[in-house]
């Protein structure tokens, strides 16, 4: 951030309702489950259907599993590794029998499943915190999956609006704004967080924001499934050293489907898919702002193809692209109240990316995975600057910007289970970086050509195994990176967990050391560009509790420490460069909460308390509140229709502009509310966002959006 300042299932309950109250049947250490709550038709699919789908597909799973009476009480409510694959496995002997007529219902669809599918039903039970096939439950990180359910109640909001709905994620600029949206995790700075669409990391290191992502610039309309990873991730993803941030776009059914959401602040998105047996498109659009103070537009664009042969060997290969238009007050302006130039910045970018992925089962139970991965990206910035004000009595000049950038990456991986209780996986991956960028700066009275282009090639490779005993559990994993003119870095992993007596519940903890290369604005622009720059450093550290399963309050408590060192700073020299120096130190505690009532209303609760500092104690940072927190309340209003209200508190965050200098942005508290009604093939939504019509700023001089409207419909087509 400174180094930008510087240059810019089946349900238990029986109940079939639109969204039902049980958690993903992913248990955890115990039969302890740490995911947040989910849906039968949403997050349950991670439970027995598709976890057992997954492990049919790729030989092995990791599971727990409490011992029936009888078992003996030395393995009662332990846990272990078994193998899935041919043999369907529940969790406890008193669901044996329903778990085993629902296997029977869905044996016909199951057989009728293709390779790919199989395979494809990881995706839902994997999570991309590890290159081990572990679920959320079972990861020592802080995981949040937010599946299609969840996401229906938030049809026509932008990816930077549903993440920002996440306790301990800060978004600082919303679509409306037509901003750069950059998210904040963990205290750390947004080129900290990796994020990827379809297992193609999307982070461009040519953005003066250091790597970052542009949240604003992603399609949302076509968005699946979403996992956030707090904490480091970088044993499976380079450079994930707070966090990731995984979108998988839709995988429909065989059919058609269509879609549409209308609302105020000028908000419009349509979306259609149509899948067949091996062939699928899409195709989706979202635009908000009305062009006067603010405005947005996203288009993505979707073909994939799927195919397998003798449940042993499936290919995927997945093509996207996507371009973004934005508009906005230019970052560090004031925005609408305090700007002194009226006129607008202009964002534009195009995107396109390709993968084609192999999945290999052998006949010992070990999977190997082949990928191929190419990304290109241009944009172009045409910004009018900032006026001189209490901060910089000489402002910042108009710039115009073209970049060019693109990625390929090769990645192959192998995993295989050793006995009973051990699971190994290897990989290695080989990626090219190219990436130009072509400035004019003018400072009035001449202006500054600025230009640059940069090639990075890096190797890495890297080995993770997890151990599951009787009550303990442990994984760990090694990485190590080498890039093009830069040391070797060795990047370290290792977890521990522990199941408590029977209803219980679980502790762990977790300790990581990882890096980041610095970006290529950082490394090679001709006017704060420092070529000897060492990459970022951080440590993590967490120790997290989780209730059993049998709790009333099913919940996990994460206490956590981060420390990032060798941070990209500028230093006004002279000359002025960037230089390794800064030091930030987080520390908080994540909770997540969730109870199940009677009558299958369903609250839940999460949030984040957070102190961060910079370690030299000498300047304050940016968008980092101290707490920060969500209620949720599902109401079943019958079979086919809920309600649904959320509660979410944004603490007050630090800012900084040119016109004003240095302020504190106000606590903001809003309510949101939702209706869901399935009428036949069609789904009817009517929300209204930030019902209390709280206006308090999301960054300094632009407010946060009023009360809002929001009317959506998805209708599937068979």
Same mark, same amino acid.
């Given at each position: 951030?400174?180094?930008?300042?510087?240059?810019?299932?089946?349900?238990?309950?029986?109940?079939?309702?639109?969204?039902? +109250?049980?958690?993903?049947?992913?248990?955890?250490?115990?039969?302890?489950?740490?995911?947040?709550?989910?849906?039968?038709?949403?997050?349950?699919?991670?439970?027995?259907?598709?976890?057992?789908?997954?492990?049919?597909?790729?030989?092995?799973?990791?599971? +727990?599993?409490?011992?029936?009476?009888?078992?003996?009480?030395?393995?009662?409510?332990?846990? %272990?590794?078994?193998?899935?694959?041919?043999?369907?496995?529940?969790?406890?002997?008193?669901?044996?029998?329903?778990?085993?007529?629902?296997?029977?219902?869905?044996?016909?669809?199951?057989?009728?499943?293709?390779?790919?599918?199989?395979?494809?039903?990881?995706?839902? %039970?994997?999570?991309?915190?590890?290159?081990?096939?572990?679920?959320?439950?079972?990861?020592?990180?802080?995981?949040?999956?937010?599946?299609?359910?969840?996401?229906?109640?938030?049809?026509?909001?932008?990816?930077?609006?549903?993440?920002?709905?996440?306790?301990?994620?800060?978004?600082?600029?919303?679509?409306?704004?037509?901003?750069?949206?950059?998210?904040?995790?963990?205290?750390?700075?947004?080129?900290?967080?990796?994020?990827?669409?379809?297992?193609?990391?999307?982070?461009?290191?040519?953005?003066?924001?250091?790597?970052?992502?542009?949240?604003?610039?992603?399609?949302?309309?076509?968005?699946?499934?979403?996992?956030?990873?707090?904490?480091?991730?970088?044993?499976?993803?380079?450079?994930?050293?707070?966090?990731?941030?995984?979108?998988?776009?839709?995988?429909?059914?065989?059919?058609?489907?269509?879609?549409?959401?209308?609302?105020?602040?000028?908000?419009?998105?349509?979306?259609?898919?149509?899948?067949?047996?091996?062939?699928?498109?899409?195709?989706?659009?979202?635009?908000?702002?009305?062009?006067?103070?603010?405005?947005?537009?996203?288009?993505?664009?979707?073909?994939?193809?799927?195919?397998?042969?003798?449940?042993?060997?499936?290919?995927?290969?997945?093509?996207?692209?996507?371009?973004?238009?934005?508009?906005?007050?230019?970052?560090?302006?004031?925005?609408?109240?305090?700007?002194?130039?009226?006129?607008?910045?202009?964002?534009?970018?195009?995107?396109?990316?390709?993968?084609?992925?192999?999945?290999?089962?052998?006949?010992?139970?070990?999977?190997?995975?082949?990928?191929?991965?190419?990304?290109?990206?241009?944009?172009?910035?045409?910004?009018?600057?900032?006026?001189?004000?209490?901060?910089?009595?000489?402002?910042?000049?108009?710039?115009?910007?073209?970049?060019?950038?693109?990625?390929?990456?090769?990645?192959?991986?192998?995993?295989?289970?050793?006995?009973?209780?051990?699971?190994?996986?290897?990989?290695?991956?080989?990626?090219?970086?190219?990436?130009?960028?072509?400035?004019?700066?003018?400072?009035?009275?001449?202006?500054?050509?600025?230009?640059?282009?940069?090639?990075?090639?890096?190797?890495?490779?890297?080995?993770?195994?997890?151990?599951?005993?009787?009550?303990?559990?442990?994984?760990?994993?090694?990485?190590?990176? +080498?890039?093009?003119?830069?040391?070797?870095?060795?990047?370290?992993?290792?977890?521990?967990?522990?199941?408590?007596?029977?209803?219980?519940?679980?502790?762990?903890?977790?300790?990581?050391?990882?890096?980041?290369?610095?970006?290529?604005?950082?490394?090679?622009?001709?006017?704060?560009?420092?070529?000897?720059?060492?990459?970022?450093?951080?440590?993590?550290?967490?120790?997290?509790?989780?209730?059993?399963?049998?709790?009333?309050?099913?919940?996990?408590?994460?206490?956590?420490?981060?420390?990032?060192?060798?941070?990209?700073?500028?230093?006004?020299?002279?000359?002025?460069?960037?230089?390794?120096?800064?030091?930030?130190?987080?520390?908080?505690?994540?909770?997540?909460?969730?109870?199940?009532?009677?009558?299958?209303?369903?609250?839940?609760?999460?949030?984040?308390?957070?102190?961060?500092?910079?370690?030299?104690?000498?300047?304050?940072?940016?968008?980092?509140?101290?707490?920060?927190?969500?209620?949720?309340?599902?109401?079943?209003?019958?079979?086919?229709?809920?309600?649904?209200?959320?509660?979410?508190?944004?603490?007050?965050?630090?800012?900084?502009?040119?016109?004003?200098?240095?302020?504190?942005?106000?606590?903001?508290?809003?309510?949101?509310?939702?209706?869901?009604?399935?009428?036949?093939?069609?789904?009817?939504?009517?929300?209204?966002?930030?019902?209390?019509?709280?206006?308090?700023?999301?960054?300094?001089?632009?407010?946060?959006?009023?009360?809002?409207?929001?009317?959506?419909?998805?209708?599937?087509?068979?």
């Amino acid at each position: 951030m400174r180094a930008a300042q510087a240059g810019r299932a089946c349900a238990v309950s029986g109940k079939r309702t639109l969204r039902s +109250r049980e958690r993903a049947t992913m248990p955890g250490i115990g039969g302890c489950r740490h995911s947040v709550p989910t849906s039968c038709r949403g997050r349950a699919r991670q439970g027995t259907g598709s976890a057992t789908a997954a492990a049919q597909g790729l030989g092995w799973s990791w599971t +727990r599993l409490s011992a029936a009476a009888g078992e003996g009480a030395s393995d009662q409510g332990r846990g %272990t590794m078994v193998r899935t694959y041919p043999d369907f496995v529940v969790r406890r002997r008193r669901y044996a029998l329903a778990a085993s007529l629902c296997a029977l219902l869905q044996m016909p669809v199951s057989a009728a499943q293709t390779a790919p599918e199989r395979i494809h039903d990881l995706d839902r %039970t994997q999570v991309s915190a590890s290159t081990l096939p572990i679920s959320a439950a079972v990861a020592s990180q802080h995981v949040t999956v937010l599946e299609r359910a969840d996401l229906d109640a938030l049809q026509g909001l932008s990816v930077a609006e549903i993440l920002s709905r996440q306790a301990g994620v800060v978004v600082d600029r919303g679509a409306g704004s037509g901003g750069y949206g950059a998210l904040y995790l963990r205290g750390a700075d947004p080129s900290h967080v990796v994020v990827l669409v379809d297992h193609v990391r999307q982070n461009d290191p040519l953005s003066s924001r250091g790597s970052a992502v542009d949240l604003n610039a992603l399609s949302s309309q076509d968005v699946e499934r979403i996992e956030i990873v707090r904490g480091n991730a970088s044993v499976a993803h380079a450079d994930a050293i707070a966090g990731l941030i995984h979108i998988h776009t839709r995988r429909a059914q065989p059919g058609a489907r269509v879609g549409f959401a209308v609302g105020g602040h000028e908000l419009r998105s349509a979306q259609a898919a149509w899948s067949g047996a091996a062939l699928r498109l899409g195709a989706a659009q979202h635009e908000q702002g009305d062009g006067a103070d603010g405005f947005q537009r996203t288009r993505a664009v979707d073909v994939g193809w799927q195919h397998g042969w003798d449940e042993r060997l499936a290919l995927h290969a997945n093509a996207r692209y996507a371009d973004s238009v934005g508009r906005g007050y230019p970052d560090d302006s004031g925005g609408r109240d305090y700007a002194a130039i009226r006129a607008l910045d202009r964002r534009s970018s195009r995107s396109r990316q390709f993968s084609l992925r192999g999945d290999y089962r052998t006949g010992a139970g070990g999977t190997l995975r082949a990928q191929l991965a190419h990304l290109a990206r241009d944009g172009e910035e045409d910004s009018p600057g900032v006026a001189p004000g209490l901060r910089d009595p000489f402002g910042l000049p108009p710039t115009r910007s073209l970049s060019d950038y693109r990625r390929d990456e090769a990645a192959l991986a192998w995993q295989s289970p050793a006995g009973e209780r051990w699971l190994f996986g290897v990989g290695a991956q080989a990626q090219r970086e190219r990436g130009e960028l072509d400035s004019l700066i003018d400072f009035g009275f001449f202006v500054l050509p600025a230009r640059f282009a940069l090639q990075r090639d890096t190797a890495s490779a890297y080995a993770e195994a997890r151990w599951q005993g009787a009550a303990w559990a442990a994984q760990g994993g090694l990485r190590y990176e +080498r890039a093009s003119r830069a040391d070797g870095q060795w990047q370290p992993m290792l977890s521990l967990q522990r199941a408590l007596a029977p209803g219980r519940g679980e502790w762990g903890l977790s300790l990581a050391r990882s890096s980041k290369q610095p970006s290529f604005y950082a490394l090679g622009h001709p006017l704060v560009g420092n070529p000897a720059l060492r990459p970022e450093r951080a440590l993590q550290r967490e120790l997290y509790y989780a209730t059993s399963d049998e709790a009333p309050w099913r919940a996990r408590f994460t206490v956590y420490s981060a420390r990032y060192r060798d941070l990209v700073d500028f230093d006004a020299g002279p000359p002025p460069q960037l230089v390794n120096r800064a030091r930030i130190e987080a520390e908080g505690l994540e909770w997540s909460a969730s109870r199940l009532y009677r009558n299958d209303w369903r609250l839940s609760l999460d949030g984040n308390w957070m102190r961060v500092r910079d370690a030299d104690g000498d300047t304050r940072l940016r968008y980092r509140p101290r707490l920060q927190w969500s209620a949720r309340l599902d109401l079943p209003l019958g079979e086919r229709r809920e309600l649904g209200l959320a509660l979410r508190h944004l603490g007050r965050r630090f800012d900084s502009s040119v016109p004003t200098g240095d302020a504190w942005l106000d606590a903001a508290t809003t309510l949101d509310l939702s209706l869901q009604q399935q009428l036949g093939p069609a789904r009817l939504l009517l929300a209204v966002d930030n019902l209390g019509n709280a206006r308090e700023a999301e960054t300094l001089g632009n407010p946060l959006p009023g009360r809002r409207l929001r009317l959506a419909l998805q209708w599937a087509l068979q």
